[in-house]
């Protein structure tokens, strides 16, 4: 069954940079794109960022120019730095496939930024 395992949130100061992970298992990952949301309290979740099969990207406006999505197919990994964190960037941060027409996603890594 598909599986994914966020991992690398955490407390970081305004202006930090974190690394966050994406373990991915149970489908052919190569072969699928893969995104990066997230839900910061009361707000709807939303999209950081998007990877293609062949690796081209799309950023959400809020993160263009600090945040970097990126995938290693050899490992079944999806990683997104982020710098220049800004405290509106807490948000628990969730990892998605879509396969066929079925959405799937990780339980979340919270990520807070502090001012």
């Known amino acids: 069954q598909v599986q994914l395992v966020e991992s690398g949130g955490g407390l970081v100061q305004s202006g930090g940079s974190l690394r966050l992970s994406c373990a991915a298992s149970?489908?052919?990952?190569?072969?699928?794109?893969m995104s990066w949301f997230r839900q910061a309290p009361g707000k709807e979740r939303e999209l950081v960022a998007f990877?293609?099969?062949?690796?081209?990207?799309t950023y959400g406006d809020s993160v263009k120019g600090r945040f970097t999505i990126s995938r290693d197919n050899a490992k079944n990994m999806v990683y997104l730095q982020m710098n220049s964190l800004k405290p509106e960037d807490t948000a628990v941060y969730y990892c998605?496939?879509?396969?066929?027409?079925?959405?799937?996603w990780g339980v979340g890594t919270l990520v807070t930024v502090s001012s």
């Open positions: 990877i293609t099969s062949a690796g081209g990207t």
């Open positions: 149970g489908f052919t990952f190569s072969i699928y794109g």
């Open positions: 998605k496939v879509r396969r066929a027409t079925v959405d799937y």
